[in-house]
């Protein structure tokens, strides 16, 4: 069975820092692209970075590129996300996720539970 | 970015039949795959993926849901709505980066 596990939430003032991981069990973790998805309180859903098989390429989005940092570990089966002068619009439910699809589109086929992260002095 | 637009609510009765819509600002179609995926959510739960592709049921999902569309154009089904499906559901588009998420659809009992 897929598990993923999120932790690290909490509180944290604004311009601080945070990290955040995601424990994965039940499938070959460095098989597959993985991704971080954030949901502000009562929001939609925003994605906010994705990683490669190994680590080598990452991307962003727009609202996070600069001050969040996406990696993983694939011999402890953990996807992180190291969180960066922080701001309250970063407040939200963030999202571990697996990625497939590939080349030929990517969606989200499993999820963590979620860790909430509040911005807040 | 793609901007993908729903309606924020649609009331349905039990057992009968519910469309959601989901239209893009451009195609997100390539060649024969259509890059729309849709999900569902209930309160206090994380996201679940019930369709990739427009049109392909993820694993372990019932067949009352299904998907369709092509372009600038898709919708989720659920036939026969049970109440079980009561939830927000949300269409997501990998046809450009960034991935980007329509606003959700609310499905409520009429």
């Known amino acids: 069975e897929v598990q993923l596990v999120e932790s690290g939430g909490g509180l944290v003032q604004p311009g601080r820092s945070m990290k955040l991981s995601c424990a994965a069990s039940?499938?070959?973790?460095?098989?597959?692209?993985m991704a971080w998805v954030r949901q502000a309180p009562k929001k939609g859903l925003e994605w906010v970075a994705s990683i490669s098989y190994e680590g080598s390429s990452t991307y962003y989005g727009d609202s996070v590129k600069g001050r969040f940092t996406i990696s993983r570990d694939n011999a402890k089966s953990t996807l992180y996300l190291q969180m960066n002068s922080l701001r309250s619009e970063d407040t939200a439910t963030y999202y571990c996720a697996r990625q497939e699809g590939g080349q030929l589109g990517n969606w989200f086929a499993y999820w963590g539970q979620g860790t909430l992260v509040t911005v807040s002095s | 970015d793609i901007v993908l637009t729903q309606s924020p609510a649609l009331a349905v009765s039990l057992g009968q039949r519910a469309t959601i819509s989901c239209r893009a600002s451009q195609s997100v179609s390539i060649s024969r795959y259509n890059l729309m995926h849709w999900y569902q959510q209930k309160p206090g739960q994380q996201p679940k993926l019930l369709i990739y592709?427009?049109?392909n049921l993820a694993s372990g999902i019932p067949a009352r849901f299904s998907g369709s569309g092509s372009g600038t154009d898709f919708t989720l089904t659920i036939n026969p709505v049970q109440a079980d499906d009561i939830a927000t559901y949300y269409c997501q588009q990998s046809r450009e980066s960034p991935n980007t998420f329509g606003a959700g659809t609310k499905l409520e009992l009429k």
């Open positions: 039940g499938f070959t973790f460095s098989d597959y692209y």
């Open positions: 592709r427009a049109s």
